[in-house]
């Protein structure tokens, strides 16, 4: 299958290449930011050292991560909605819907819930410390930062809707109705279009990023948790948790092209891609493993025994390391992508849920 190449725009090209010199020019030297769902906090990790060198208070129940593009600052999605285990299993696997809820058990009671504390958090990665709340609607769960640093687009999983927020000022320009649950929340690496993806039912919604309309909506099997695209912003890859599935989408045209079936008892949710774009990481939740899928041959080629529930994972500049978010064992394992095994665990906050990476 032939690639569609796109041209990137002179700014992405510049950031991109501008985040290369800085890596290289420190040797590889970069900090893990893992958010902790539970304790409220986000561990810093120095990696070349593997030793935690921070934890930074930052509010109720910091999910999604992220850095500005320079790095200086990490943007984390903060929630007031209280968390919930994870949902019992019917005998073939699926998460089992709520009684007249129609959602899964695992996810968010808005009964109590504090929305006050909803927003994007700001941390300064330089000084150490929490700078601020930006309004990002309500329950923010993922998001994405644009190449110029200036908006965030954010899933509203308590309100079906995903939110387009102003960096500068913290107003929210645009808001987006889009179905139960949204989640995962991707840019395309030119900026173009914005996936979101609706665990309840499915669904898979293409905003054109110039027009703020929605270009094309996909449909694939129960709980889309993220989207990861190829360097080249051809094919975009969303893990359907209910089903053990992989789903492949042409991300020119915005259509199904796929699915690639994960090994027995996968879950799959977060999704990390090799800088290289040759390999695509994911990690399986109750699998406890992490999958390596070839992105040539659209197959796996290996499975990766991690810690318990893996959720958030994300490489290093580098491409030498994976680091995988263990929510229930409270740790980060740390993958050697050489030799595609495990080499420790580093011990975070309560609740380990995302992972980002950033060059110092």
Known sequence: MKHTRLILPLAAILLMCSATARAENNGGAYVV?????????????????????????????????????????????????PISGPPPLDAAGNPILAKGKGKADDDDDDKNSDHSADGIGVVDLRAGKFLRKLPAGSDPEQFAVTADGKRIYASNEDVATASLMNVADGKVERIFPVKKEPEGVGLRPDGKFVYVTCETGGDIFVIDTSTYKVVSHLNVHPRPRSVAFLPDGTRAFIPSESVEELNLVDSVEHKLLKTIKLPPGSRPMGTAMAPDGKKLYVGTGRGGTVCVVDTASFSVVNTIKVGARPWGVAVSPDGKRLYVANGPSNDVSVVDLETEKELARIKAGEGPWGVVVVPK
């Open 33 to 81: 930011c893992v958010s902790n769902e539970k304790s409220g906090d986000i561990t810093i990790i120095d990696g070349a050292t593997a030793k935690v060198i921070n934890t930074i208070p930052v509010g109720k129940r910091p999910r999604g991560i992220h850095a500005s593009p320079d790095g200086s600052v990490v943007y984390v999605a903060l929630s007031g909605t």
